[in-house]
């Protein structure tokens, strides 16, 4: 038992030193960066900032470029939230009525879901779809873009988890007197809780850290969103590479959030998602 | 899944009510309490911006097209990304990228996993340090990693400057810029494959490891006859998430090399990118066109023969 527990041990110290090397090490260097003057952060050394100036660098990186990051932050949190909201909620709706309607168009269904998971999106051709209908360039456009990306794998997620939902339970509401959509949303969406929680926050954080999306759908100053704004800053400021990764540490901060407080949710939907796929 | 099953006791209800006409009657009720028209706004949203846009790419990928018209100069596209060395090495590179991305992972994704569910401390740290990199921005990881492997201040090597050690020019040497983004690419990846092979483990019935420890087999042994095999879902799973990403990987690349030195980095989704910026609308599409053959050409054979093949024990 005792040499079990010394190999625990020397084992665990091993690969406890490599993941600081291989991962704590590169967030280090981004976290000293960002409290460095201009001068210090232009020679990209791994060395303890002799001015620190983290508070400074904040609001510089903040109010550079006229604010461009203020706006940024605001439409990543515009596209992010009502982008979700849609995807969540026609996937749930159409998960619940796959699962319960055994069909013959059954296969015909998976196959156009798989697609929608499989299949690299034609940009050229969607946005000439989004320039007929007015909406290319524009944020509902790319809202309505970024909610069908998301559908397949929503799809899959709530129809998985209907499944194991007795049927027992909609009769009952039924006999209750209640309608069909009474039915699911009072009845089934609240049991399905869940994953919907799981849903929202996975596909928040995709959302939130697209880039090749909101580059080819959503061009314009106006419409810049965080990723696209720090892909433009990275080709801009090589004198300022504190504010460049000051940038860097603010964006992540929401996923650092999202993984602290629903840390168990992300590991369930990527790991069923991705088990469907 | 057991015969407590709440589905398989609807289903014998159901075999009951046809012999009962009564019951079916009650039956048909509450199927149209589920409407079909619950799949009207998702199946709206599919069509117009995915289906429309898929189908129609074959079409305008045999036309010189503006958006606005477009004219028919049938396979001209196709031709020309095959015969321009600039285009058809991105074909190669997005093989030699996918395949070494997604073997990578999985072997270090396997091993990592191995590890995280053995019997080690600091459990919970490392798994959370591992699968961290996963949720963050690309962009924000391929501006990070292009500093710290920048030729001359970056801190990799400098650390390889010190030991004596050669200091390739990561992303700058033509030979080598290709290979260091798919570095940079399993670092921040390896993480999901982790997680991925972690549940395939967990979920191995315990029995079958206390069996053969008591049969007297040897670590080694264990791993090779029980362990791997059973893992045999998360490893497709595995495979075939991490081909699809590999395949279809843009931003990472646009982040780091943006397809260059030259073109020595340059993938099929980075030349539909250029090709689009460029205003070669046709060519552009033509690249889609190519890129969703080769997914569809490897994906479905390698999933059909990856869902079918059995476990042997």
């Known amino acids: 038992m005792t040499r079990a527990r010394t190999r625990a041990w020397i084992v665990g110290i091993i690969a406890i030193l490599v993941s600081i090397v291989v991962f704590l090490v590169p967030f280090a260097f981004v976290l000293l960066q960002a409290a460095k003057t201009p001068s210090e952060a232009s020679t990209l050394a791994f060395s303890w900032p002799t001015t620190f100036q983290f508070l400074q660098n904040f609001w510089d990186t903040l109010n550079s470029n006229d604010g461009v990051l203020w706006r940024a932050i605001i439409n990543s949190a515009v596209l992010t939230i009502f982008s979700v909201a849609i995807m969540v909620l026609l996937s749930a709706m159409a998960g619940y009525v796959l699962a319960r309607k055994r069909s013959k168009w059954g296969p015909v269904v998976n196959f156009f879901v798989l697609a929608g998971l499989i299949v690299p999106p034609a940009v050229v051709p969607t946005i000439w779809v989004l320039q007929g209908l007015k909406l290319f360039g524009t944020m509902p456009g790319m809202i309505l873009i970024e909610a069908t990306f998301g559908l397949s794998f929503c799809i899959l997620l709530f129809r998985a988890f209907v499944g194991n939902i007795p049927r027992e339970l909609d009769e009952a509401a039924v006999l209750d007197g209640a309608g069909p959509i009474r039915l699911f949303w009072r009845v089934v969406l609240p049991l399905l809780r869940p994953v919907v929680v799981t849903v929202i926050v996975v596909q928040s954080v995709f959302v939130f850290n697209d880039f090749a999306g909101p580059l080819y759908f959503l061009p314009g100053d106006q419409n810049v969103t965080v990723q696209l704004a720090l892909y433009t800053f990275s080709g801009q400021n090589l004198s300022f590479y504190n504010l460049l990764f000051m940038a860097i540490f603010l964006i992540t901060i929401p996923p650092l959030i999202a993984y602290i407080f629903f840390n168990r949710q992300i590991v369930a939907g990527m790991t069923s998602g991705a088990v469907k796929g | ?313």
């Not at chain 2, 395939?200 to 040897?218: K, M, Q, T, W």
């Not at chain 2, 362990?227 to 990472?252: E, M, Q, Y």
């Not at chain 2, 460029?278 to 599409?285: D, H, I, K």
């Open chain 2, 1 to 313: 899944m057991s015969t407590a099953n709440p589905a398989t006791a609807i289903q014998a209800a159901d075999i009951l009510s046809e012999a009962h006409p009564p019951e079916k009657k009650k039956r048909r009720s509450i199927k149209s309490f589920y409407p079909t028209w619950f799949f009207i706004p998702a199946v709206a949203l599919y069509v117009i911006f995915f289906a429309i846009p898929t189908f129609s790419s074959f079409y305008f990928s045999l036309t010189r097209w503006t958006l606005f018209d477009s004219q028919f100069i049938g396979f001209d596209n196709f031709v020309q990304f095959f015969r321009d060395p600039q285009l058809y090495t991105s074909f190669i590179h997005t093989l030699i990228y996918a395949v070494l991305t997604s073997g990578a992972k999985v072997i270090i994704g396997f091993f990592l996993a191995l590890l995280l569910t053995g019997p080690i401390i600091g459990r919970a740290y490392l798994r959370a340090v591992v699968f961290f990199p996963v949720l963050i921005s690309t962009i924000g990881v391929g501006i990070m990693w292009k500093s710290l492997l920048d030729p001359f201040h970056g801190m990799v090597n400098a650390v390889l400057g010190f030991f004596g050690l050669p200091q390739p020019g990561w992303f700058t040497d033509p030979n080598l810029a290709l290979y260091s983004i798919a570095g940079v690419d399993i670092w921040k990846g390896v993480g999901i494959a982790t997680l991925i092979f972690m549940a395939g483990i967990v979920a191995i019935p315990n029995e079958y490891f206390e069996a053969a420890r008591i049969d007297g087999a040897s670590g080694w042994k264990i791993l090779r006859q029980i362990t791997i095999p059973l893992s045999k879902g998360a490893t497709a799973t595995v495979i075939i998430l991490s081909l699809i990403g590999g395949l279809r990987s843009f931003d990472i690349i646009w982040a780091t090399t943006g397809g260059g030195p030259g073109f020595t980095s340059d993938v099929i989704a980075s030349v539909i990118y250029k090709q689009y910026q460029a205003g070669f609308y046709g060519l552009s599409t033509a690249g889609n066109v190519v890129l969703f053959l080769l997914v569809t050409v490897i994906m479905v054979p390698l999933s059909y023969f990856l869902n079918r093949k059995p476990v042997e024990l």
